[in-house]
């Protein structure tokens, strides 16, 4: 059975310039550097990976959802320096996702929420799958539940 989903990361090139900034900098535009201390807590949403013990990390704010619609949205995401965007191939969900609670909202075309599922990240294969079964489902975007953090956008296949 061919995959339905694919889950995209962000493109590298919207952050790499602000690592060149200092902390005064950073500070203004909201954002903070972080030092990862544990080999979990710290998802990156370029790689789509947990960065390891002592990888440089940006904690700044990001609209994931900049639809002009009542479900317009932003939040904080974490980057890790030096990385790129990671390409993942149809249906694939890495341990960056399976680790955690995972909060699932879909879209219709006008940005509209039509369905929303939270689930065992080890389950979110097959909730995305029975949610793109549904014609009037666009996209959607995963959320770590526990702290309501954007974690990545999901596209039709």
């Known amino acids: 059975m061919p995959a339905t989903f694919r889950l995209i990361a962000l493109d590298h090139a919207r952050f790499d310039h602000l690592f060149a900034l200092d902390d005064e900098q950073l500070r203004a535009i909201g954002a903070e550097r972080r030092i990862a201390d544990a080999p979990t807590g710290y998802p990156c949403r370029v790689s789509l990976e947990d960065a390891a013990a002592g990888d440089e990390l940006l904690l700044l704010p990001f609209e994931h959802q900049p639809a002009d619609s009542p479900y317009r949205a932003s939040g904080p995401i974490f980057v890790r320096r030096g990385v790129t965007r990671r390409e993942l191939p ?68």
């Open 90 to 157: 149809p249906g694939d969900v890495p341990p960056y996702v399976t680790r955690r609670l995972i909060s699932i909202r879909a879209y219709d075309a006008t940005h509209r929420i039509v369905a929303g599922r939270v689930c065992q990240g080890v389950d979110v294969a097959r909730e995305l799958a029975c949610l793109f079964d549904d014609e009037a489902v666009a996209y959607a975007h995963l959320h770590n539940a526990a702290y309501g953090c954007f974690s990545c956008r999901v596209e039709r296949c």
